[in-house]
């Protein structure tokens, strides 16, 4: 039957000599993945740039529960980007974010509200003249929202170390409970992660905005919340550009 959705392109990536599959988050049926033939003709009959990752698209595509590998019948933007493409920064939030989101993702079920979340993110990233530094946080606090292991932002100084495992502010661990390495013991990342939880990606930077390191120490705990969670879960390959872009 067909379908009618929306989709982000969460990945692609040849297959034979002139097609690509591409994974997709749509709207409708959750985590898609389809197969696009011809794509890398002279006179394809859909444009390569369409299926760049990131890419958010209006679709109408055959499916069928039965199949895993799905075509598509119609492909066109949904969301012109104005400046996500060429500006080098944003690209890479939105590779790592897309990346992350693949890892995440496994189930061909609707989720709207993931969906739209994700939708407003990238064209945030697109719009934004605002600093960046601090997206790619943002987008792990509360992408971990939807996925079922939320952050308590119960920070205090009765409770001022972030639980991995748990998800919330503790007290000082017991010695032996700090050798397993489930907690963040620095205390200008806790009190930075608490500013990420109760505000948003909309929301002016802390003053002064936090140092290289302290962005990429608590982006490196994230990742491993994300770890402790999300199984299998590996190394994130867009990383190392992402902190050396957004280092400058």
Not at 74 to 88: G, K, N, Q
Request: with cysteine.
């Amino acid at each position: 039957m067909l379908i009618k959705t929306r989709g982000i392109v969460l990945r692609a990536f040849k297959y034979g000599e002139t097609s690509i599959i591409a994974d997709i988050f749509t709207e409708e049926k959750g985590l898609q993945s389809y197969i696009i033939g011809g794509v890398r003709r002279s006179k394809p009959r859909f444009a390569g740039a369409l299926l760049q990752v990131g890419s958010i698209l209006d679709m109408v595509v055959y499916y069928s529960n039965k199949s895993k590998l799905h075509r598509p019948r119609e492909l066109r933007a949904a969301y012109i980007y104005h400046s996500l493409p060429y500006h080098l920064p944003k690209g890479s939030i939105a590779l790592f974010a897309m990346e992350i989101a693949r890892k995440c993702l496994h189930e061909p079920e609707s989720q709207p509200l993931l969906f739209q979340w994700m939708y407003e993110f990238l064209i945030f990233v697109d719009q934004t003249e605002h600093s960046l530094q601090l997206l790619p946080h943002y987008f792990l606090c509360q992408f971990a929202g939807h996925l079922g292991f939320e952050m308590q932002n119960n920070f205090g100084t009765e409770a001022p170390f972030f639980d991995l495992l748990h998800g919330r502010f503790v007290p000082l661990p017991p010695e032996e409970e700090l050798q397993a390495g489930y907690f963040i013991l620095d205390e200008d990342q806790n009190k930075l992660l608490s500013f990420l939880l109760h505000s948003n990606w909309y929301t002016p930077s802390p003053q002064p905005p936090p140092s290289p390191a302290l962005r990429e120490g608590l982006l490196k705990e994230l990742l491993a919340y994300y770890s402790l969670h999300t199984t299998p879960f590996g190394q994130v390959k867009s990383l190392d550009i992402l902190q050396k872009v957004l280092r400058g």
